[in-house]
């Protein structure tokens, strides 16, 4: 009898630590998610630089969509549904673009940090998970802009210290 008590004690105790360790809080899974996603990615295909910009235009609305359970534009992977084509058009998009992100992202609260937002850019996740996800996103694709300007002798303006 002495050896069933221990051995159901033990059992019971290994599925309470199992359990313990699948639990992920809420806070950590929302941002964790993105670094395994970084930690996993795949570095395929090149755009040019206007593919980029029209890209991450796209993306800042996709995210910020779905913070706002709206449906997001399709197919930002090749610059979504914008017919902007010029340098002054593609600027306006991406300047509106983080316009309106901007002004979703500032009504993120401790009280609606949490909530959960899904769809096709972001899956499941929270409104601070998908905002961190956009700025995440955001900088990736500067980094690599300005990588692209380097490469073809332009000082990007933010190191030259000519940002407005």
């Not at 084509?85 to 979703?104: C, H, I, P």
């Not at 940090?113 to 601070?128: C, H, M, N, Q, S």
């Amino acid at each position: 009898m002495k050896r069933v008590m221990l051995l159901s004690a033990a059992c019971l105790a290994l599925a309470s630590s199992a359990g313990a360790q699948e639990r992920v809080d809420p806070m950590a899974a929302t941002v964790a998610q993105w670094f395994t996603m970084i930690e996993n990615g795949q570095f395929t295909g090149v755009r040019t630089f206007a593919e980029q910009v029209k890209h991450v235009a796209c993306a800042n609305y996709a995210f910020f969509n779905e913070v706002e359970h709206k449906e997001p534009p399709a197919q930002c992977e090749v610059g979504g549904p914008s017919p902007a084509r010029t340098k002054d058009e593609l600027m306006q998009y991406l300047s509106e673009s983080f316009a309106y992100a901007g002004q979703v992202m500032r009504r993120l609260t401790p009280a609606n940090a949490l909530d959960v937002v899904e769809g096709p850019y972001g899956g499941k996740t929270t409104r601070l998970g998908i905002s961190t996800l956009a700025v995440w996103h955001a900088t990736d694709h500067y980094g690599q802009l300005v990588v692209y300007l380097r490469m073809n002798g332009i000082v990007p303006p933010a190191s030259a210290g000519t940002v407005p």
